[in-house]
């Protein structure tokens, strides 16, 4: 019988079984759980007990997968980096790659805010966080490469263009994400004008 059949049983509190599940949907499920609960009341505030409650799970099968709280979170961010990269792309400025932003926010909201609002908050896991900040830093860079001069403006620029996509779409998902279209427009105008204050020269 496979671990998840065994905790195919009454639970105390509850009124059915623990549905069987193959290991990889009882994994997906317990991310899901997962992204809802951090996202709710952050890291610190939730405890593993909390999320076998979300997943209508046991503790003790919560374990089978995940051996502690920040091995659970890790893994939720990990997938939600890897969604985002399957539905976004790596290294693509192209017309499409702000709408596929805001479709992929739109998507799955606790884990894109998970991911770049609630994480860069938590020091234990600061590394995957710089790590995403670098790898959008140097792919702004190669796209405007030639585009602006090299120098101070750019190295701006290309700090700015991402984090300020980033914020608008958070903020297009936290006002009710209107008009999906128009946001679109919107941030991407926001993000040329970045580009175009960056390779004014004054004279």
Known sequence: MSEDGRQARERP??????RRLR???????????ATRAFARAGFAATGLDDIAAEADITRVLLYRHFD????????VLDRACQRLDEQVGVDDF???????LLRAAAADPDAFRLLFRHAAREPE????????????????????????????????????VPALTIEAVIAW????????????????????GVIDAAGDHPG
């Open 125 to 160: 896991f600061r590394d995957l966080v710089d790590a995403l900040t670098s790898a959008s830093t140097e792919i702004t860079r190669r796209n405007l490469a030639g585009r602006l001069p090299e120098g101070p403006w750019a190295d701006w620029a290309c700090r700015l």
């Open 94 to 100: 192209g017309d499409d790659a702000i709408p596929s």
């Open 23 to 33: 290991r990889a949907e009882r994994r997906g499920q317990i991310l899901d759980a």
């Open 13 to 18: 509190g509850t009124h059915g079984p623990v």
């Open 173 to 192: 998902l936290d006002t009710g994400r209107p008009d999906p279209e128009a946001a679109a427009r919107r941030i991407s105008a926001a993000v040329h």
């Open 68 to 75: 502690s709280k920040a091995a659970l979170y890790r893994a």
